[in-house]
DNA sequence: CGTAGTGTCCTATCGTGATAGAACAGTAAA
DNA sequence: TTTACTGTTCTATCACGATAGGACACTACG
């Protein structure tokens, strides 16, 4: 499925969630007019509790990403993608510059924290590629 | 003062004090044998709770990076540099791949993150730069 | 001595995120 | 209609971070 929940992220699980639902929207994972797992389904799912997940949709049905349909589910709104677009960038640059920001106040050099990042960043791009191999092999 | 706040880190402030104090001593910028400030005084400059304050350094005395001399004050052991300098890295590494991990997961490219990423590293360079000149001029 | 500063411990309250379990109204299909 | 789904609402409980305020033992200083 497309959402997964990941307990040392920092993050709170409902606010997991609503980032991953814009994300989805925001690549084309999730176009207007999909409806998204039903509350129980999901919460099972992720092994949450379903008023973890009424929350977090909750919160994306009051940003007017998502539309409920009485009795039948909630599907995302025609308005959502141009919404998530911008707002992914956003979300994910002010984490990324919290971060930079503790890391530079912490004295490191800035060639030193350029070296982390990418570091980081090859250890993802191996990861995908293991992945899209079919071999999940790891050290 | 070296120690600072940030309301929308996402870390608590407990921690934010406890990793300032250990990058702190990592950078050298809290040499073993100096003394912490006390816990009211810390309390009072950053505009909270001195059990928070007390949080922190009950934390840092455990894993031995403080050591209490009663009556007088918290002082940074010797073993603290190692510890921390061995910790720092790490700390941020953590940070630093967790939001990676989100980025990537929102079906960013590798190119697009690394872009995100330059974009506010350079403009934590700008704003150091301008700070070391004096002038704080921004956009 | 007393005073002022240390750390330490304690109880109590608050907000928030999460869990548990129940109930209700609406829709879809057999 | 009955059954099985939907979302929605509600109360209760718990853990955790933070706040508030008080108390105690110790040390340094005058």
Not at 12 to 39: C, H, N, W
Not at 63 to 85: F, M, Y
Not at 89 to 117: C, D, K, M, P, Q
């Amino acid at each position: 499925m497309f959402f997964s929940i990941n307990p040392t992220n920092g993050l709170a699980i409902f606010d997991q969630i609503v980032r991953q639902v814009k994300f989805a929207v925001a690549s084309g994972t999730l176009p207007p007019g999909e409806m998204v797992p039903s509350v129980r389904e999901l919460a099972k799912e992720l092994a949450v509790n379903p008023n973890t997940v009424v929350k977090a949709y909750r919160d994306l049905t009051a940003e007017g990403i998502l539309e409920a349909v009485r009795g039948t589910g909630l599907n995302v709104t025609e308005d959502a993608v141009a919404h998530c677009e911008k707002e992914r960038l956003t979300l994910l640059r002010e984490r990324i510059r919290h971060v930079l920001e503790e890391a530079h106040s912490s004295r490191l050099e800035t060639g030193e924290i350029r070296e982390l990042v990418e570091d980081e960043l090859t250890r993802l791009e191996r990861a995908a590629k293991g992945k899209r191999g079919k071999k999940g092999a790891d050290s």
